[in-house]
T-cell receptor, first 115, second 113 residues
Framework: DTEVTQTPKHLVMGMTNKKSLKCEQH?????MYWYKQKAKKPPELMFVYSYEKLSINESVPSRFSPECPNSSLLNLHLHALQPEDSALYLC??????????????FGEGSRLTVL | AQSVTQLDSQVPVFEEAPVELRCNYSSSVSVYLFWYVQYPNQGLQLLLKYLSGSTLVESINGFEAEFNKSQTSFHLRKPSVHISDTAEYFCAVSVVGAQKLVFGQGTRLTINP
């Protein structure tokens, strides 16, 4: 199994809603990532978890709250989002939890629309 | 901080023609270099990477890239493209010892029959 699975694939939410994005991998990878990708732009790093602990937060607004319940799961909790937060949210995982020398395995993403 | 510049936002080519997608990076410390491909409505997939050793690296589907330290470049090439190569290509860099992968702006490769 070399897949990173993200759910839901599409999400539409209002600015007062609370929702969550989920990511799962069963490759035994030690690091997991959240990236945000706006249309026609490159992915931008949001968070990194290493050994289930938050190791990097790229100054992301608190309306985005990551959670890593166990080594296979990664969640992104969303609350009071703004329309400009509409984007494709990509989850990724990697074997190593330190320097990136190997492949990042990406999911297909969750496309979020904030009304 | 490291940065990546992809000089061409779009590259149209005819099928079976050669193609080069350009990538330059900037960093004051040693880096690792990657090319990722993103097909429509999909996540990113690793195409190839340079960590050390031979400066010419190859992928299984005919792409190759050459690391040029003096020119701080990592251009991607393919001698003959196919319709199925139509995708967005991202060059990316990570600093040795760090856990952050920084992507370039991407190059949209369009193959015309």
């Amino acid at each position: 199994d070399t897949e990173v699975t993200q759910t839901p694939k599409h999400l539409v939410m209002g600015m007062t809603n609370k929702k969550s994005l989920k990511c799962e991998q069963h490759m035994g990878h030690r690091a997991m990532y959240w990236y945000k990708q706006k249309a026609k732009k490159p992915p931008e790093l949001m968070f990194v978890y290493s050994y289930e602990k938050l190791s990097i937060n790229e100054s992301v607004p608190s309306r985005f709250s990551p959670e890593c319940p166990n080594s296979s799961l990664l969640n992104l909790h969303l609350h009071a989002l703004q329309p400009e937060d509409s984007a494709l949210y990509l989850c990724a995982s990697s074997q190593e939890a330190g320097s990136i020398t190997g492949e990042l395995f990406f999911g297909e993403g969750s496309r979020l629309t904030v009304l | 901080a490291q940065s990546v510049t992809q000089l061409d936002s779009q590259v149209p080519v005819f099928e079976e023609a050669p193609v080069e997608l350009r990538c330059n990076y900037s960093s004051s410390v040693s880096v690792y270099l990657f090319w990722y491909v993103q097909y429509p409505n999909q996540g990113l997939q690793l195409l190839l990477k340079y960590l050390s050793g031979s400066t010419l690296v190859e992928s299984i589907n005919g792409f190759e890239a050459e690391f040029n330290k003096s020119q701080t470049s990592f251009h991607l090439r393919k001698p003959s493209v196919h319709i199925s190569d139509t995708a967005e290509y991202f060059c990316a860099v990570s600093v040795v010892g760090a856990q952050k992968l920084v992507f370039g702006q991407g190059t949209r490769l369009t193959i015309n029959p």
